[in-house]
C-alpha cells in the first residue's frame, strides 16, 4: 500500500503522468530479475496482491503480518488471517482515493476506473464492518467460515476488554471515511478515553 500511496503523493504533486510509462524491473519470488514492466503495470499487479489478500466476499484486507504496530502480530496465522486492522482499511482506502485521483487523466481509463471502483467497494465494507455504532472498531474478527465480523477493541468488545484503538479512529478521519460529525464524536470518545 505504501508505495502506491507515495506514487500517488508523486503524481498529485507533479502532474507527472509520463513516469506510468516508465519501464520498471522486478524481482521474482525466486530473487530472479524480471525485464520492465510499465509502472501502469505494476500497479495493476499490487492491485492484484491488495485484493488476494481481501478476507473472502469482502473488500477489507487481511492482518496478515499486521500493520504499523509490529508488536501488534498474532502468534496464531490462522487468527491473523481472519483478522482484519481498522488502520489498514483506512490507510488502503485513501491511498486508493489519492490513487484514483492521480490515475484520472491517464490515458489507461481501466486501470483508473478499476482504482475507483475498488476504492468504492472498500469505503462501504469499512462502513459495514468496522464502523459500528458510530466508533470506528481496532479490529474485526471474522470466525472460520468469513460469514460473520466481530468487533475488538471497541464498546461492542467483549472478548479483550479494550473498548478504543486510537489510529484506526483518526486514520479513518485522515481517510476521508466517516462525515464531520462521525469524526467529530470519534475525536470526542478520544478525548474522553484516550486523551
Same mark, same amino acid.
Given at each position: 500500500?505504501?508505495?502506491?500511496?507515495?506514487?500517488?503523493?508523486?503524481?498529485?504533486?507533479?502532474?507527472?503522468?509520463?513516469?506510468?510509462?516508465?519501464?520498471?524491473?522486478?524481482?521474482?519470488?525466486? #530473487? /530472479?530479475?524480471?525485464?520492465?514492466?510499465? &509502472?501502469?503495470?505494476?500497479?495493476?499487479?499490487?492491485?492484484? *496482491?491488495? =485484493?488476494?489478500? %481481501?478476507?473472502?466476499?469482502?473488500?477489507?484486507?487481511?492482518?496478515?503480518?499486521?500493520?504499523?504496530?509490529?508488536?501488534?502480530?498474532p502468534a496464531n496465522t490462522e487468527l491473523a488471517n481472519r483478522l482484519v486492522s481498522g488502520w489498514t482499511v483506512g490507510?488502503?482506502?485513501?491511498?486508493?482515493?489519492?490513487?484514483?485521483?492521480? #490515475? /484520472?487523466?491517464?490515458?489507461?481509463?481501466? &486501470?483508473?476506473?478499476?482504482?475507483?471502483?475498488?476504492?468504492? *467497494?472498500? =469505503?462501504?465494507? %469499512?462502513?459495514?464492518?468496522?464502523?459500528?455504532?458510530?466508533?470506528?472498531?481496532?479490529?474485526?474478527?471474522?470466525?472460520?467460515?468469513?460469514?460473520?465480523?466481530?468487533?475488538?477493541?471497541?464498546?461492542?468488545?467483549?472478548?479483550?476488554?479494550?473498548?478504543?484503538?486510537?489510529?484506526?479512529?483518526?486514520?479513518?478521519?485522515?481517510?476521508?471515511?466517516?462525515?464531520?460529525?462521525?469524526?467529530?464524536?470519534?475525536?470526542?470518545?478520544?478525548?474522553?478515553?484516550?486523551y
Amino acid at each position: 500500500v505504501w508505495p502506491l500511496k507515495a506514487l500517488a503523493s508523486y503524481i498529485l504533486t507533479s502532474g507527472d503522468l509520463e513516469i506510468l510509462n516508465e519501464s520498471v524491473p522486478y524481482m521474482d519470488a525466486k #530473487l /530472479k530479475f524480471i525485464d520492465g514492466q510499465s &509502472l501502469a503495470q505494476h500497479i495493476a499487479r499490487t492491485l492484484d *496482491r491488495i =485484493e488476494s489478500e %481481501f478476507i473472502p466476499g469482502t473488500s477489507l484486507i487481511r492482518y496478515g503480518n499486521g500493520d504499523w504496530d509490529d508488536s501488534l502480530q498474532p502468534a496464531n496465522t490462522e487468527l491473523a488471517n481472519r483478522l482484519v486492522s481498522g488502520w489498514t482499511v483506512g490507510l488502503l482506502s485513501q491511498t486508493l482515493c489519492e490513487l484514483g485521483e492521480a #490515475l /484520472k487523466d491517464f490515458k489507461l481509463s481501466d &486501470l483508473s476506473k478499476r482504482v475507483d471502483q475498488l476504492a468504492s *467497494r472498500v =469505503e462501504a465494507d %469499512f462502513r459495514k464492518y468496522l464502523f459500528k455504532d458510530g466508533l470506528v472498531a481496532g479490529f474485526i474478527l471474522f470466525d472460520e467460515n468469513y460469514e460473520v465480523g466481530v468487533p475488538l477493541l471497541h464498546p461492542e468488545d467483549e472478548t479483550t476488554g479494550i473498548k478504543h484503538r486510537l489510529i484506526p479512529m483518526t486514520r479513518s478521519i485522515i481517510a476521508g471515511l466517516v462525515s464531520k460529525e462521525e469524526a467529530a464524536h470519534q475525536m470526542d470518545v478520544i478525548h474522553e478515553h484516550l486523551y
